[in-house]
């Protein structure tokens, strides 16, 4: 069955360390997404990608960076750069203009 | 620029009450008008879309009707269940340019009680 993969579901962080959560489609869909959820709120988009090789920053990059060397592949860094990494992080493809996105299952990082 | 609006939360029912959730947007042209469902620890899964005027998208008993006049796409369902206790949003995709991305409202909690 065709979907997005992410990995871990949970990870836990120390200050001052980076951390990669890996986003895995088999949709064969051209662009993808990276959303930070804090607790009762929104998603805010942090990166994104339309084409390999390209990316794109979102409303809240700054202490992230990601790579799309691949198109199934769009892993997210947190960075030490990052002061308030806690929180529930999603990632989300889609194929096309027009259409809407599929979500993977979700990484909650915790920093401790 | 392209915004959505939605009723805030949580909303409390009890089952087999009819649910309404509020959704308005802001955007030029045509957009495509999403609802997505968020249960608990999860993911967001498409509920329901709808891309033009008037168009009414459903799915496992939720409805939402397209809306040009007042800018809208309110979910609804005739009769709740337990089960369907999650996090709602409502969702935009602008029309204008191939680089438009989701936009989303800040999501509405819904609890159902037996």
């Known amino acids: 069955d065709g979907g997005i993969t992410q990995s871990p579901k949970y990870l836990f962080r120390k200050e001052g360390q980076n951390v990669t959560l890996s986003c895995e489609q088999n949709l064969n869909h051209d662009a993808m997404y990276w959303y930070r959820q804090d607790p009762g709120q929104g998603l805010r988009l942090i990166y994104y990608s339309q084409i390999v090789n390209d990316f794109q920053k979102g409303d809240i990059a700054e202490g992230y960076s990601v790579s799309r060397e691949k198109k199934e592949s769009f892993p997210l860094t947190v960075t030490s750069a990052q002061k308030n990494p806690t929180a529930f992080y999603l990632c989300a493809s889609s194929m096309w203009q027009g259409e809407g996105y599929t979500f993977g299952s979700g990484t909650r990082l915790t920093v401790v | 620029g392209n915004s959505v609006t939605q009723m805030e939360g949580p909303v409390t029912l009890s089952e087999e009450a009819f649910l309404t959730i509020n959704c308005t947007y802001t955007a030029t042209g045509y957009p495509s008008l999403f609802w997505y469902v968020q249960y608990p620890g999860e993911g967001l899964q498409l509920l329901l879309k709808?891309?033009?005027?008037?168009d009414k998208g459903s799915n496992k008993g939720f409805e939402a009707t397209y809306r040009k006049e007042t800018t809208s796409f309110h979910l609804e369902k005739g009769s709740v269940q337990v089960s369907d206790s999650a996090v709602y949003f409502c969702a935009l995709l602008g029309a204008l340019t191939n680089t438009d991305k989701l936009i989303f409202g800040t999501g509405t909690r819904l609890q159902v009680f037996p």
């Open positions: 709808a891309t033009k005027a008037d």
